[in-house]
């Protein structure tokens, strides 16, 4: 009975943390002059003419969430278990392998880069409660090849872990590649090998070029850092291949000119999870949303993401794929879509 009323208070108050935490404020501070439009005094917001996040309906549908149970909303993803010798051995074959949720292992022009690294067991500020993770990591840290790069898209506990980040720049120091802001975060946690972009800024990287590009969505890990570090998607070009990580994002007009600029891309990984019960989600996509992206974009093959690995959202597992795939078909687009399982690996 006492630990049902301090399970009770401690998701309610998680609860009610994650409502601030994930909460997208539209910043009613005008950009400074001269300044890109998304940038505010103390931080960033998101620049389409509509954007707008009603606190009020987010808080009550996030406090039902709290009080949903997973085995409710179905069967999770099986894991196809890869123990990486393939990965570990290979040369120059371009291959993608999904880990869960936004984690992929990419391998192009012999550099291996993760996205979004996430190997813990929650995607929450706190080790006891807190969105719990479903679905293993596809493949265990220990099995991975040399890690030469991280790609980060933002500063949500779902996409930058701090024990899985310590853990990789304690094995590999790899370069960290953030948006504005994530520098400094990662800094008191002992990382410096980070290379930091704002929207449209450019890298090369042994041979490769990285791209920060534009998403609508928001950041923050506390109550008092609510987008204070920016949010992106990212464009990795090798020799022959060009690769979109959406990140995490809403759907706005970016995604056209993301691709007129940067494109064509052979792979696009787009967010399909995150909409809960929302219609329009302002910061996430619906999967006919995510098709729409990828039709924006231009791209030739689109992988999912952001679904079935952590307990967060509303939605049932199985519907995000479903819809795409229904989506995809009804688009004519079935053959352009590679629906992974956690573990599993794509030549591209
Ligand atoms: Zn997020
Ligand atoms: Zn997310």
Redesign the pocket.
Known sequence: MVVDVVRMLSALLLTLGLVLIDTAVPSALSPHTDAPSHHVRDGFRNVAPDYAYPLIGRALRTLRLGFEHAPARGRTPAVLTNDGAELRANGMVPTLTWIG??TFLLQIDSVNILTDPHWGDR?SPVMFTGPRRLVPPGMRFEDLPPIHAVIISHD?Y??LDEATVRRLNAAYHPTFFVPLGIKAWLAKVGITNVVELDWWETREFRGLTLVCTPAQHSSGRGLLDQNRRLWSSWVVRGRDRRLFFAG?TGYYDAFKEIGERLGPFDVAFI?IG?YSAYERHPN?VNPEEAVQIFEDLGARLMVPM?FGTFD?NREPFREPPDRLMREALRRGLEESVALLSPGQTIHW
Do not use: E, R
Request: negative net charge; hydrophobic residues 15%.
């Open positions: 949720h936004s995607a949500h779902d996409h995490d967010p995150g996430h952001h967060l």
